[in-house]
């Protein structure tokens, strides 16, 4: 899963939605569809490392372009129908998989010294830098799950996104956590991770249906920031020296659910108060009101959400239509 923040998700079966492509088909799309072509790509960050990612493109001209920013150790392909469903709206559409993860993994991953500030410092504004070649004369957004919201206050090139539609992102503080899942976010971060870095030079989050193995750095710095308050605002004056979370004032929209117990309404909170100056708007949901029994984690980007609650999906899009006049 993703998570940037603690691990886990709020059940098994978010785990799988984590680890596998969604396969489900939407049935409920009743708005115009548009015709689009998908192309992969390869973006070389300033880390001089190569980037997997994926464009999708509609047949008209891209008033609108996305940057879809994933979760901790989840890969592209995890959002591919909800691109797919973007894109056929008229939207321009870019995934990515971090370095160190999915085809974003391209030495041993014990000689991968990917972190998550490299990820936020390199690889995403080296995406959102991507996005605007693709799609010159466009407003630029980022959709960010979890850490992929979390780690925009590192991009140098911030001032380029219109707006951002964060989705599950919080500061995953232990703390704030509820019993007993907070036990599961103590055993992952304080023993699982330790114990693997050390004895296998990465962190086989895998293994325990949490996405992607991890770089070592990853690991470590997650879990020294969901160990403390406000995420990254642990490391601010330590691992981290420059950074423009004091700065983001772009609108943004955080959504949350009432049964994901990593990005809880605190800890929603707790990662908005880093972002001192942009002007947030909060909503927590809950499944049960859209017919839903869980929507969790990792569940937004499901097309099986889609088709039972698609007005949920259309809330971005709403978003992003709003922010683009």
Same mark, same amino acid.
């Given at each position: 899963?993703?998570?940037?923040?603690?691990?886990?998700?709020?059940?098994?079966?978010?785990?799988?939605?984590a680890?596998?492509?969604?396969?489900?088909?939407?049935?409920q799309?009743?708005?115009?569809?548009?015709?689009?072509?998908?192309?992969?790509l390869?973006?070389?960050s300033?880390?001089?490392?190569?980037?997997?990612?994926?464009?999708?493109?509609?047949?008209? %001209?891209v008033?609108?372009?996305? +940057?879809?920013? #994933?979760?901790?150790?989840?890969?592209?392909? =995890?959002y591919?129908? /909800?691109?797919?469903?973007?894109?056929?709206?008229?939207?321009?559409?870019l995934?990515?998989?971090?370095?160190?993860?999915?085809?974003?993994?391209?030495?041993?991953?014990?000689?991968?010294?990917?972190?998550?500030?490299?990820?936020?410092?390199?690889?995403?504004p080296?995406?959102?830098?991507?996005?605007?070649?693709e799609?010159?004369?466009?407003?630029?957004?980022?959709?960010?799950?979890?850490?992929g919201?979390?780690?925009?206050g590192?991009?140098?090139?911030?001032?380029?996104?219109?707006?951002?539609?964060?989705?599950?992102?919080? %500061?995953?503080?232990?703390?704030? +956590?509820?019993? #007993?899942?907070?036990?599961?976010?103590?055993? =992952?971060?304080?023993? /699982?991770?330790?114990?693997?870095?050390?004895?296998?030079?990465?962190?086989?989050?895998?293994?325990?249906?949490?996405?992607?193995?991890?770089?070592?750095?990853?690991?470590?710095?997650?879990?020294?920031w969901?160990n403390g308050?406000?995420?990254?605002?642990?490391a601010?004056?330590?691992?981290?020296?420059?950074?423009?979370?004091d700065?983001?004032?772009?609108?943004?929209?955080?959504?949350?659910?009432?049964?994901?117990?990593?990005?809880?309404?605190?800890?929603?909170?707790?990662?908005?108060?880093?972002?001192?100056k942009?002007?947030?708007e909060?909503?927590?949901?809950?499944?049960?009101?859209?017919?839903?029994?869980?929507?969790?984690?990792m569940?937004y980007?499901s097309?099986?959400?889609?088709?039972?609650?698609?007005?949920?999906?259309?809330?971005?899009?709403?978003?992003?239509?709003e922010?683009?006049?």
């Open positions: 899963m993703h998570h940037n923040q603690s691990p886990f998700s709020t059940n098994q079966q978010d785990n799988i939605y680890t596998q492509l969604d396969n489900a088909t939407n049935t799309l009743n708005t115009a569809i548009m015709s689009i072509v998908t192309y992969t390869t973006i070389i300033d880390r001089n490392r190569a980037l997997a990612a994926t464009v999708y493109r509609p047949k008209t %001209s008033k609108t372009a996305v +940057m879809i920013a #994933p979760a901790t150790g989840i890969k592209r392909q =995890f591919h129908k /909800f691109a797919t469903f973007l894109a056929e709206q008229g939207f321009g559409i995934t990515f998989d971090n370095e160190g993860i999915g085809e974003s993994l391209t030495t041993d991953l014990t000689k991968c010294d990917a972190s998550l500030i490299s990820w936020g410092r390199h690889d995403m080296a995406v959102l830098d991507a996005l605007q070649d799609f010159n004369n466009a407003t630029y957004h980022v959709i960010g799950h979890s850490a919201g979390q780690l925009i590192l991009m140098p090139n911030h001032t380029s996104i219109a707006s951002v539609f964060n989705v599950a992102c919080s %500061s995953g503080c232990i703390k704030n +956590m509820d019993m #007993p899942y907070k036990l599961k976010a103590i055993g =992952f971060m304080d023993a /699982f991770i330790p114990f693997t870095n050390l004895t296998l030079g990465y962190t086989p989050s895998d293994k325990i249906g949490m996405g992607q193995p991890l770089p070592r750095s990853v690991a470590r710095q997650w879990r020294e969901c308050a406000g995420y990254i605002k642990t601010f004056g330590k691992s981290v020296h420059t950074h423009f979370y700065e983001l004032s772009m609108p943004a929209l955080w959504l949350g659910f009432s049964d994901d117990d990593i990005a809880n309404s605190k800890n929603m909170d707790d990662m908005i108060r880093v972002f001192t942009m002007p947030v909060k909503r927590v949901l809950d499944p049960k009101d859209f017919g839903l029994n869980s929507i969790g984690h569940r980007f097309s099986k959400t889609n088709a039972k609650a698609p007005e949920l999906w259309q809330m971005a899009v709403d978003w992003l239509n922010r683009s006049q």
